[in-house]
């Protein structure tokens, strides 16, 4: 489940530089990561929040914490509920929730506290100071010496311990976002997802042009587009057309043809429908090769590439196009649909 933040605060810092497998233990559970590989180092706020997380157990035993990732602005955790829980979930992110809360208050109201310190201690080294200065008034009272505030309270600010510098607000969002696992495999993908966290925000930070949507005019038609737009101004493309009713024995090679082609630098655009087609795509990414690819669907507003997808997005191999808005419902790729998207493959080159 995931846990976003709105309290303008920072949980963590992105790190690329590479941290000792002793401190990754302590960001980081499940899978270990590669040494050099980016990773999240938790601020004062991001570690406390880590122990509430760390905590759960100890107040629901059901539970048991399968991996989790802090990021700057979030949280992922695994639960494991290895038996019937005695509350809802919602009630158990609650309790999290309010214990972050409680700590963050806490450490606004001690930085309240030493803000004030700090500023007492000045003032009286500003008296200090005044007081021995030789063109000082001898009879100058001491609630009137330069920099003085009376009644000894912060400037602006508030007398420490008193109700008004108890800090009020929410750390979390409203909700949360949870997902049950049941499929095969499901459990490793999504270990491996909350791994590679750090990882994918940094390549989307380094290329954030290539991690979002925008709309383009292109072959004279308005599209939403996703990635690399510079691979629409490749100096070869070729559309990726290959018949489900051809013989095996042309199917192989025109798709030998196109991976050819591909490899020497053409560009390859299609909705890549058909087995020939899938097996083109396929290939052109285990093999780093760049493709263009038509989807009968618009993107979501957090949309954001999957595997091989996703690493083709952050080495600009990747550029995805849709004529169509966004749909929450299914999507069924009829006759009509497979033809468009293969008519605007050619005129895109």
């Known amino acids: 489940m995931g846990f976003a933040d709105s309290g303008g605060c920072t949980c963590g810092t992105l790190e690329s530089a590479r941290v000792d497998s002793g401190s990754l233990q302590m960001h980081a559970r499940g899978p270990t990561v590669a040494p050099n590989g980016p990773r999240i180092l938790p601020s004062d706020l991001g570690a406390a929040v880590l122990q509430e997380v760390d905590g759960i157990p100890h107040y ?17 955790i695994l639960l494991y509920v290895t038996r019937p829980l005695p509350v809802h979930l919602g009630q158990v992110v609650a309790g999290f929730k309010a214990g972050c809360n409680k700590k963050w208050r806490l ?23 005044n007081r021995w200065a030789p063109d000082q008034a001898p009879d100058q009272a001491p609630d009137q010496t330069p920099g003085h505030v009376p009644g000894g309270s912060a400037a602006g600010g508030s007398v420490p311990g008193s109700s008004a510098a108890r800090v009020r607000g929410l750390l979390w969002e409203q909700g949360y976002h949870d ?27 380094q290329h954030a042009d290539w991690f979002r949507p925008f709309s383009i005019t292109a072959a004279g038609t308005n599209l939403q587009a996703y990635g690399n737009l510079e691979l629409l101004h490749a100096p070869h493309r070729q559309s990726v057309r290959i018949s489900s009713r051809i013989t095996e024995e042309e199917r192989n090679r025109q798709q030998q043809e196109l991976l050819s082609a591909a490899r020497q630098g053409t560009v390859l655009i299609s909705p890549f429908i058909s087995t020939g087609e899938r097996f083109v795509e396929e290939t052109a990414l285990q093999e780093y090769l760049p493709i263009v690819k038509l989807l009968p669907n618009g993107f979501s507003p957090y949309y954001k590439p999957q595997g091989h997808y996703f690493e083709a997005c952050s080495e600009g191999r990747l550029l995805l196009l849709t004529p169509y808005p966004y749909s929450t419902q299914k999507v069924v790729l009829t006759r009509a649909v497979c033809n468009y998207l293969n008519v605007l493959a050619a005129r895109l080159c």
Do not use: C, W
Request: net charge positive; hydrophobic share 30%; charged share 30%.
């Open 179 to 205: 997902r049950i696992l049941s499929g095969e495999g499901q459990l490793q993908r999504l270990v491996d997802y909350i791994r590679e966290n750090p990882r994918r925000s940094l390549m989307r930070r």
């Open 107 to 129: 450490m606004q109201e001690e930085a309240q506290r030493q803000e004030a310190q700090r500023g007492e201690a000045q003032r009286g080294e500003t008296q200090r100071q």
């Open 60 to 76: 629901y035993p059901q539970i048991t914490i399968i991996a989790r990732q802090l990021m700057p602005d979030h949280l992922h």
